[in-house]
């Protein structure tokens, strides 16, 4: 039973990296249309960057931090300005293959400029081994802290997007982009400030799952985009909650299949098998959109101009 | 991501750079194509592909960008350093050898295509080094139909033989298997640790599941037990249930299998959790790096690591005064310059005009206790083309793997 309460607990944390994730991804689709398969490989510069600060100059944790997050803005910002933005008007297919190309572009990049992170390293947090305990379940600092981030950013996200003259221009942008241009709002900040915040959420996650995991590469990140994706396309690909729910399903999902299936057969089928474990949960996606094509929480068809 | 669609014609139309970038592609492909096959023919004076008057060219495929290049990347700089200090001395009878190296990105299914072109553009005289059991043994189907000699699949899951244990007659291994490690690892924690109850994370493939098989038989034997096995794959991330199951099954030891990577991720999630099992961890293989320890951090401290190589060796001396202004010391780079000693052995003794039949000849009768300058003895006979089946153990102690024991044959404890 123990054993059971800690997977939940494993996969609340799991769920809620993947739905972090999976915030970004929504927010980018919802207010330019571009289903960004570059997410991850955003995700990845910035923590790859966190690390260089960490063991080259050695500077402090949250020092570093902090100048990893504005490198975020920065990254989102120029990414706008020199991938979006000439893609804007292109059709919702070619905006989502040229994010391919990008995440190729920046793990290159990445790549070249700092080779060490080619293989894998181990990223020192000052969470590392510090772990709280609740009765007989144990949850690391790095856990507690993603749980965290994730409620806190969620709250913040949907009070901005309700509550500030930005969140509604936003939200306004999302619904009808010629409607927006007419009422006088500057679309073209708009883009600018949501690839910035999603850059932003996107670099939270990636050092979240880099400190949980404790070991990175340049792509550290790919495996875990596709869960995220699931997460975002199960919650319906237009509402942040929705995103957030769709991420705790699928690390729920995948915590509790392995400990229920480990150790168990059908036939000559090993059904701890990982292969088998993954072919489940996508099975079980695909049968949830054949249901509600539209994700658990979905709402109307979108209309994009 | 594979299942999009191809642009639209109309899409394709508007976009006139793409269509320049295509152009220039198809211009580069076709030069370097016709570069390709200039290098592989010219200069050619003997009857055997590859031998030329001065050159002996050979090819490998190794994974530099792919999930496995941490292992590969590093073996190909240790051959290239090993087959440029014999160049510089003068070369194998003579003649230069010309090692070409291509990557299959880790990737079996483009591993077949990988070979043809080393032999079918390249004309390379003979495969040395697959990296990658699974990408190995595709690169085998190729290989031995066309009697093309293939030496050193890296792996321990490998096939040096056929359906009826018959050495496969083309192909010559230098790595031990998992099948015999997993029998000495079930003996060392049994016997010298004294574990009684023992647990396996395993990489959930043939070789993995081959090492599971072997270890339990061995812990069975020498009076211990496995009382919990999971598997995972490569690209695994979360090992929380991974962790709870072998938890739950009380182990004094887990075995970890396969890849850094991911077992590094084990060992870091049950740290996270406050957990490591009374007697620690002992690792395979392909964890015996110091760059695995370093990986770890400090969870690493005390962490057994399966081997078979010994730096107490001449050629190991000789390797170590060849990098020392390498920051720190790699064993697949040293794994790739003794391999890449051992075909450089295996070319000369194929004679001043070297065939491939003259190096099977020499492959099958010239190593019969060879010293590999490693540490193990190396034996091949026709009928048998394994590697070495001798192991020791390391513990890592300040971030160092720190040998443990001495050379444990695997034929000793599983005759």
């Given at each position: 039973?123990?054993a059971?309460?800690?997977?939940?607990l494993?996969?609340?944390v799991?769920?809620?990296?993947?739905?972090?994730?999976?915030?970004?991804?929504v927010?980018?689709?919802?207010?330019?249309?571009?289903?960004n398969?570059?997410?991850?490989?955003?995700?990845?510069?910035?923590?790859?960057?966190?690390y260089?600060l960490?063991?080259?100059?050695?500077?402090?944790?949250?020092?570093?931090?902090?100048?990893?997050l504005?490198?975020?803005?920065?990254l989102g910002?120029v990414?706008?300005?020199?991938?979006?933005?000439?893609?804007?008007?292109?059709?919702?297919?070619?905006?989502?293959?040229?994010?391919?190309?990008?995440?190729?572009?920046?793990?290159?990049?990445?790549?070249?400029?700092?080779?060490?992170?080619?293989?894998?390293?181990?990223f020192?947090?000052?969470?590392e081994?510090?772990?709280?305990?609740?009765?007989?379940?144990?949850?690391?600092?790095?856990?507690g802290?993603?749980?965290?981030t994730?409620?806190?950013?969620?709250?913040?996200?949907?009070?901005?997007?309700?509550?500030?003259?930005?969140?509604?221009?936003?939200?306004?942008?999302?619904?009808?982009?010629?409607?927006?241009?007419?009422?006088?709002?500057?679309?073209?900040?708009?883009f600018?400030?949501?690839?910035?915040?999603?850059?932003?959420?996107?670099?939270?996650?990636?050092?979240?799952?880099?400190?949980?995991?404790?070991v990175?590469d340049?792509?550290?990140?790919d495996?875990?985009?596709?869960?995220?994706?699931?997460g975002?396309?199960?919650g319906?690909?237009?509402?942040?909650?929705g995103?957030?729910?769709?991420?705790?399903?699928?690390?729920?999902?995948?915590?509790?299949l392995?400990?229920l299936?480990?150790g168990?057969?059908?036939?000559?089928?090993?059904?701890?098998?990982?292969?088998?474990?993954q072919?489940?949960?996508?099975?079980?996606?695909?049968?949830?959109l054949?249901?509600?094509?539209?994700?658990l929480?979905?709402?109307?068809?979108?209309?994009?101009? | 991501?594979?299942?999009?669609?191809?642009p639209?014609?109309?899409?394709?139309r508007?976009s006139?750079?793409?269509?320049?970038?295509?152009?220039?592609?198809i211009?580069?492909?076709?030069?370097?194509?016709a570069?390709?096959?200039?290098?592989?023919?010219?200069?050619?004076?003997?009857?055997?592909?590859g031998?030329?008057?001065?050159?002996?060219?050979?090819?490998?495929?190794?994974?530099?960008?792919?999930?496995?290049?941490?292992?590969?990347?590093?073996?190909?700089?240790g051959?290239?350093l090993?087959?440029?200090?014999?160049?510089?001395?003068g070369?194998?009878?003579?003649?230069?050898i010309?090692?070409?190296?291509?990557?299959?990105?880790?990737d079996?299914t483009?591993?077949r295509?990988?070979v043809r072109?080393?032999?079918?553009?390249?004309?390379?005289?003979?495969?040395?080094?697959?990296?990658?059991s699974?990408?190995?043994?595709?690169?085998?189907?190729?290989?031995?139909?066309r009697?093309?000699?293939?030496?050193?699949?890296i792996?321990?899951?490998?096939?040096?033989?056929d359906?009826?244990?018959?050495?496969?007659?083309?192909?010559?291994?230098?790595?031990?298997?998992?099948?015999?490690?997993?029998?000495?690892?079930?003996?060392?924690?049994?016997?010298?640790l004294?574990?009684?109850?023992?647990?396996?994370l395993?990489?959930?493939?043939?070789?993995?599941?081959?090492q599971?098989?072997?270890?339990?038989?061995?812990?069975?034997k020498?009076?211990?037990k496995?009382?919990?096995?999971v598997?995972y794959?490569?690209t695994?991330?979360?090992?929380?249930?991974?962790?709870?199951?072998?938890?739950?099954?009380?182990?004094d030891l887990?075995?970890?299998?396969?890849?850094?990577?991911?077992?590094?991720?084990?060992?870091?999630?049950?740290?996270a959790q406050?957990?490591?099992?009374?007697?620690?961890?002992l690792?395979?293989?392909?964890?015996?790096?110091?760059?695995?320890?370093?990986?770890?951090?400090?969870?690493?401290?005390g962490?057994?690591?399966?081997?078979?190589?010994?730096?107490?060796?001449?050629?190991?001396?000789?390797?170590?005064?060849?990098?020392?202004?390498?920051?720190?010391f790699?064993?697949?780079?040293?794994?790739?310059?003794?391999?890449?000693k051992i075909?450089?052995d295996?070319?000369?003794k194929?004679g001043?005009?070297?065939t491939?039949?003259?190096?099977?000849?020499?492959?099958?009768?010239?190593?019969?206790?060879?010293?590999?300058?490693?540490?193990?003895?190396?034996?091949?006979?026709p009928?048998?083309?394994?590697?070495?089946?001798?192991?020791?153990?390391?513990?890592?102690?300040?971030?160092?793997?720190?040998?443990v024991?001495?050379?444990?044959?695997?034929?000793?404890?599983?005759?």
């Amino acid at each position: 039973m123990l054993a059971l309460l800690q997977i939940l607990l494993s996969g609340l944390v799991t769920g809620s990296l993947y739905g972090l994730l999976a915030l970004g991804i929504v927010l980018i689709y919802r207010t330019t249309g571009v289903l960004n398969f570059a997410y991850g490989a955003l995700a990845a510069t910035v923590t790859c960057f966190l690390y260089v600060l960490l063991t080259g100059p050695h500077l402090p944790f949250w020092q570093a931090l902090l100048l990893s997050l504005l490198f975020a803005l920065l990254l989102g910002a120029v990414v706008e300005r020199g991938f979006a933005r000439p893609l804007l008007a292109a059709p919702i297919l070619t905006k989502a293959i040229a994010t391919l190309a990008l995440a190729l572009v920046l793990q290159t990049v990445v790549q070249a400029l700092w080779p060490q992170l080619t293989s894998p390293v181990h990223f020192p947090t000052p969470f590392e081994g510090q772990a709280l305990r609740l009765g007989g379940l144990y949850l690391s600092l790095a856990d507690g802290l993603a749980l965290l981030t994730t409620a806190l950013l969620l709250g913040l996200l949907q009070l901005f997007l309700q509550r500030t003259r930005l969140g509604i221009a936003m939200r306004a942008t999302a619904d009808s982009l010629e409607a927006a241009r007419l009422m006088g709002i500057p679309v073209g900040l708009i883009f600018l400030f949501a690839w910035m915040l999603a850059s932003l959420l996107a670099a939270i996650a990636g050092v979240l799952i880099a400190a949980r995991q404790t070991v990175i590469d340049v792509q550290f990140m790919d495996p875990v985009l596709l869960l995220a994706f699931i997460g975002a396309v199960l919650g319906g690909l237009d509402r942040l909650a929705g995103a957030v729910v769709g991420g705790l399903v699928v690390g729920l999902a995948d915590n509790v299949l392995a400990l229920l299936l480990a150790g168990h057969s059908l036939g000559t089928l090993d059904l701890g098998d990982p292969g088998i474990r993954q072919t489940l949960i996508f099975a079980g996606f695909v049968l949830l959109l054949l249901l509600r094509p539209r994700g658990l929480f979905g709402g109307a068809a979108l209309r994009r101009v | 991501m594979r299942l999009l669609r191809a642009p639209a014609p109309a899409e394709r139309r508007r976009s006139g750079a793409p269509r320049l970038g295509l152009c220039l592609s198809i211009v580069l492909l076709l030069l370097l194509s016709a570069c390709g096959s200039t290098g592989g023919g010219s200069g050619s004076s003997s009857s055997a592909p590859g031998v030329s008057a001065d050159t002996i060219t050979i090819g490998g495929v190794l994974d530099t960008t792919g999930p496995i290049k941490v292992i590969c990347s590093p073996i190909l700089q240790g051959d290239q350093l090993y087959f440029s200090q014999i160049n510089a001395s003068g070369g194998v009878n003579g003649r230069k050898i010309k090692f070409i190296q291509v990557s299959d990105n880790g990737d079996s299914t483009r591993t077949r295509d990988a070979v043809r072109q080393l032999v079918e553009q390249d004309h390379v005289f003979a495969i040395f080094q697959v990296c990658g059991s699974g990408n190995a043994n595709v690169a085998e189907s190729y290989t031995v139909p066309r009697g093309i000699p293939f030496i050193d699949p890296i792996g321990g899951g490998s096939k040096y033989t056929d359906q009826n244990g018959k050495a496969l007659p083309w192909v010559w291994m230098t790595q031990p298997n998992y099948g015999d490690e997993g029998h000495v690892i079930g003996y060392y924690v049994a016997t010298t640790l004294k574990a009684r109850s023992v647990a396996l994370l395993y990489e959930d493939d043939v070789l993995g599941l081959q090492q599971k098989s072997t270890l339990s038989e061995a812990l069975q034997k020498y009076g211990s037990k496995l009382v919990a096995a999971v598997g995972y794959n490569a690209t695994q991330t979360d090992f929380s249930a991974a962790f709870q199951t072998l938890k739950a099954a009380a182990p004094d030891l887990i075995v970890l299998n396969g890849l850094p990577s991911p077992t590094a991720r084990f060992v870091a999630t049950a740290a996270a959790q406050g957990y490591r099992p009374r007697l620690g961890y002992l690792a395979n293989y392909p964890m015996a790096d110091n760059s695995w320890a370093k990986v770890l951090g400090a969870t690493g401290e005390g962490i057994y690591v399966s081997g078979y190589t010994s730096m107490d060796t001449p050629v190991a001396q000789q390797y170590l005064q060849a990098t020392r202004s390498d920051p720190v010391f790699s064993a697949y780079k040293f794994y790739g310059y003794i391999n890449a000693k051992i075909m450089v052995d295996a070319l000369r003794k194929a004679g001043s005009n070297p065939t491939r039949a003259s190096l099977r000849d020499a492959l099958d009768h010239g190593f019969v206790n060879y010293d590999t300058g490693f540490g193990p003895t190396l034996t091949w006979t026709p009928e048998r083309h394994g590697g070495v089946s001798d192991f020791m153990f390391f513990q890592i102690k300040q971030g160092q793997l720190t040998p443990v024991s001495p050379f444990i044959k695997a034929s000793a404890v599983w005759p």
